[in-house]
């Protein structure tokens, strides 16, 4: 039975993904990141198509290298560790970050270049992303909003717990570096290649690689870029996530993934087109929206820094991806469909179909107004351990 199959795997990818989250061990955090790739696989090709087998081969093939390059890291990692006489070989975070000052500097730098490799292909970093947009685009709804709202983060954090041991280990400025340039070509790559897209979840695949170029950017540049980063990852959480919810809304009436095929939404579509524009908007990072807010402090981190030629790219990428974006996003709102959807009168929108979408949609809105003390301490506290924060 494929939903039989189906949710048995969605119930593992959760779990993985859980374990990554929980992992106090570098060892046991890179097994966690390995099960999310083998439980979501079969996710992809739920629709059991050659466009959704395409996708779900080349998921596995190119995380399955990137993986073996973190795996790598760690076989360095724990040769750093053991410099010295009579060193733990521990990998567990809290020695790791203890002892970092005494591990070998070489070992460690080369450590954390494969693990960014490694997992920044995990990460969907430019340019080892080529297995995202497929595979978002191929996928279920429900299994591109998990891939790109939780999945990507997952191996955020994995390089997250890297680069603190370097800053505990005094070479964080490495670290940073290496950041900051994945990040630029990220950010550049993806707007690039949004401006001659015509296919709208593939559009948003395209814009995850955006949005995780600029999280790394922003824990490159450390300071309170490294909080605006944190920050990021939240929003862009849910708000992808909406607007993966709202493409399946979309794609369950036009039959189509073709933006010129899916015009004249809030005609056809009402509450789902007026989220659809909310949600495209959000993305670009306009406001009041809780994408603006992040965005505007990573770049305010890249000023106070006196990073100009950065600022310069950041704001040139964030450009071009806006004007993509919204360009396609208010085609899809407005105007006629090239071939009129086989249900042309307002279709009837279930409550739920919408209520999820409209949630997390309010919840990057209240973000861009008021970030609640409680959580703006934990985003600080969190963006301190890796040399961010204010």
Request: proline share 5%; with cysteine.
């Amino acid at each position: 039975h494929p939903e039989g199959v189906f949710i048995g795997c969605l119930l593992l990818f959760l779990a993985a993904m859980s374990a990554v989250i929980v992992s106090n061990h570098m060892g046991i955090l890179w097994v966690a990141v390995e099960a999310t790739t083998l439980a979501s696989a079969p996710l992809i090709y739920y629709h059991r198509h050659h466009r959704s087998l395409e996708a779900a081969w080349k998921y596995l093939l190119i995380c399955s290298v990137g993986i073996a390059l973190a795996l790598l890291g760690n076989f360095f990692l724990a040769v750093a560790a053991s410099a010295g006489p009579g060193r733990e070989h521990s990998l567990l975070l809290p020695e790791l970050v203890k002892n970092a000052a005494a591990f070998s500097p070489t070992w460690l730098k080369a450590a954390f270049m494969l693990m960014l490799v490694g997992y920044g292909t995990k990460m969907g970093l430019a340019p080892m992303h080529s297995w995202l947009p497929d595979a978002h685009s191929e996928s279920p709804s429900l299994v591109s909003a998990l891939l790109s709202g939780a999945l990507l983060n997952c191996a955020f954090l994995a390089i997250l717990r890297m680069q603190t041991v370097l800053v505990a280990a005094g070479l964080g400025d490495f670290g940073r570096d290496l950041l900051v340039l994945f990040g630029l070509v990220s950010m550049g790559w993806a707007a690039l290649l949004l401006i001659s897209l015509t296919d709208y979840k593939r559009m948003l695949a395209y814009s995850s690689v955006e949005h995780m170029g600029i999280l790394a950017v922003g824990i490159g540049l450390g300071g309170a870029a490294g909080a605006g980063a944190m920050l990021h990852a939240l929003n862009h959480s849910l708000v992808k996530a909406a607007l993966f919810f709202l493409a399946g809304n979309i794609l369950a009436v036009y039959r189509s993934k073709n933006v010129a095929d899916a015009r004249g939404l809030l005609g056809i579509l009402p509450v789902s087109g007026v989220l659809w524009l909310a949600g495209i908007l959000a993305v670009t990072g306009s406001p009041p929206f809780g994408l603006f807010t992040s965005e505007l402090l990573i770049l305010k981190g890249a000023l106070a820094g006196g990073r100009w030629g950065v600022a310069g790219g950041y704001l040139a990428a964030l450009f071009v991806a806006f004007a993509a974006i919204v360009w396609a996003g208010m085609r899809m709102a407005y105007g006629r469909p090239r071939t009129p959807p086989p249900a042309p009168e307002p279709a009837v929108e279930s409550v739920l179909s919408v209520t999820v979408p409209a949630t997390l949609a309010a919840g990057v809105l209240v973000l861009g107004l008021w970030v609640p003390r409680p959580l703006w301490e934990l985003i600080t506290a969190a963006a301190a351990t890796f040399g961010g924060g204010f």
